[in-house]
Nanobody
Framework: QVQLVESGGGSVQAGGSLRLSCAGSGYIYSRTCMGWFRQAPGKEREGVAAIYTGSRWTIYADSVKGRFTIFSDNAANTLYLQMNSLKPEDTAMYYC???????????????????WGQGTQVTVSS
């Protein structure tokens, strides 16, 4: 059974930093595509960053390039999202996702991911 458990959300002032974590289990963590997504109230879910854990190949949404970093600790089966220079518009529920079976693609398209965590709230105040 695939499980993804996020942690690390919270409230921070604009310009601050947060690090999100996602512990994965129930699949071959070290050779899969994983991503971080976010959804603000009244808005569609959007891809933030994605990675192939086997090579550390990464992609980012334009809105977070240079501020967010996605990285993986394969020994700990844990995915991270380091978020710096946070802005109020980064406020959202953040979700970890995995393509836990079959061939995968490093993509920000939510429909390609078949396993999701429960989400962790990030709130950035001005």
């Amino acid at each position: 059974q695939v499980q993804l458990v996020e942690s690390g959300g919270g409230s921070v002032q604009a310009g601050g930093s947060l690090r999100l974590s996602c512990a994965g289990s129930g699949y071959i963590y070290s050779r899969t595509c994983m991503g971080w997504f976010r959804q603000a109230p009244g808005k569609e879910r959007e891809g933030v960053a994605a990675i192939y854990t086997g090579s550390r190949w990464t992609i980012y949404a334009d809105s977070v390039k240079g501020r967010f970093t996605i990285f993986s600790d394969n020994a700990a089966n844990t995915l991270y999202l380091q978020m710096n220079s946070l802005k109020p518009e980064d406020t959202a529920m953040y979700y970890c996702a995995a393509q836990s079976s079959g061939a995968c693609a490093v993509t920000l398209v939510a429909g390609r991911y078949n396993s999701w965590g429960q989400g962790t709230q990030v709130t950035v105040s001005s």
